[in-house]
């Protein structure tokens, strides 16, 4: 299928695919069951949290050379 990478891992039978974002998820597991091997959604993986942080802004310069 174009545009679609796998990747297998035969140690535990399980493969990760990655899929153009039109390419309905319904048709790749029609093909994977169609070349007579199962295939089965994975609950996606957690993304640690992460947080964004903002910095203050610095005030204005008044031109005496001093940080405040």
Do not use: I, N, W, Y
Not at 10 to 33: D, I, N, Q, Y
Not at 42 to 52: E, Y
């Amino acid at each position: 299928m174009e545009g679609v990478t796998a990747s297998v891992d035969l140690a535990t039978g399980r493969s990760r695919v990655s899929h153009p974002v039109e390419l309905p998820v319904e048709e790749l597991v029609a093909t994977v069951e169609k070349a007579g091997c199962t295939a089965v959604l994975a609950l996606p993986v957690p993304v640690p949290h992460q947080a964004t942080f903002a910095l203050p802004e610095a005030p204005p310069d008044d031109g005496s050379g001093r940080s405040r």
